[in-house]
């Protein structure tokens, strides 16, 4: 693959990530019916690609590697149900950049393993912390609501931080396809009974609502990411994850053209801090051989 291809398809990629926040902040469906088909389809693909491409994968599962696997996905599970609930709680911009401080926090997780962390790796996140810290004070300021919005973004990213974690551990003795397979079906496993039990509608949807689902699986669960891991070894793993990065003002844009929400002008100079500190994050770890670290490194296989 060319490089010139490699890109054109990271800006899908990027586009298809970028999809996620607008069209899940607009839609009626509950939160939890749209987290719940994203991950059924994963689990669907994921099943199927194990079964005709990586049945020995399949055979050497064993049930510790399972069960880490399973938590991963009951982790994934909090992720979107917490990032979608934020979504229609505050802004779409403010949502997805506080979503996308995932490298922060495990920086933080290091640090409470006292593992070395390098300076300019912590100024990265001091200077990502104050731009966190002017986006929540300005919704502070917009209302309690905007405010909650903020809190499950973040608890979102640090539940996408401890997924990531759990999948890399998986995918030192398994496949892509076969950890996938099992994280999305657990997701969707927690998921299907706490619909039942809340009595959250799960069928009924009018044509459009079904369009939204799909056109947001599709993107964002499927396709972007899938293109985020085939052009991983084209591009390299650190200019994939200030790629990726762009989802930020990429949803912002797409949240203003989808749902005539303006990104908040308050909200721009925190969100601006926030990104520049990730870059900086994401650069000074860029020889880590750990992929936790790196926010543009889900493990290969990853459509979440």
Not at 28 to 57: K, Q, T, Y
Not at 66 to 85: E, M, N, Q, T
Not at 225 to 236: A, R, S
Request: glycine letters at 10%; proline letters at 6%.
């Amino acid at each position: 693959m060319t490089p010139f291809r490699a890109w054109i398809l990271v800006a899908i990629a990027v586009a298809g990530v970028s999809s996620s926040g607008p069209i899940t902040a607009g839609s009626v469906a509950p939160v939890v019916a749209i987290a719940l088909w994203r991950n059924l389809a994963g689990a669907g693909i994921s099943g199927i690609w194990a079964l005709f491409r990586d049945r020995h994968g399949l055979g050497r599962l064993d049930r510790k590697t399972f069960g880490l696997a399973v938590v991963s996905g009951l982790v994934l599970a909090a992720h979107f149900s917490s990032w979608f609930a934020s979504l229609r709680m505050t802004s779409v911009a403010a949502s997805t950049a506080l979503v996308s401080t995932t490298p922060i926090l495990t920086v933080a997780f290091d640090l409470a393993r006292r593992v070395p962390v390098p300076r300019a790796v912590l100024i990265g996140v001091a200077v990502s912390m104050t731009g966190v810290v002017a986006i929540t004070g300005v919704d502070a300021g917009r209302s309690g609501r905007a405010l909650a919005g903020d809190g499950l973004a973040l608890f979102a990213a640090a539940a996408m931080a401890v997924y990531m974690l759990a999948g890399t551990r998986v995918m030192r003795t398994t496949s892509p396809a076969v950890y996938t397979l099992v994280a999305y079906g657990a997701c969707a496993t927690v998921l299907l009974p706490a619909a039942l039990i809340s009595g959250t509608q799960l069928t009924g949807f009018s044509t459009r609502t079904w369009l939204e689902i799909v056109t947001v699986t599709i993107a964002a669960q499927v396709l972007g990411h899938t293109l985020f891991n085939v052009t991983l070894p084209h591009v390299g793993a650190t200019p994939l994850a200030l790629a990726i990065l762009l989802e930020v003002p990429g949803a912002s844009l797409l949240a203003w053209a989808y749902l005539g929400e303006a990104p908040p002008l308050a909200v721009l100079p925190g969100a601006v801090l926030m990104l520049l500190g990730l870059v900086v994050v994401v650069r000074s770890r860029a020889g880590e051989p750990n992929p936790v670290r790196d926010h543009a490194k889900p493990p290969r296989g990853d459509f979440a």
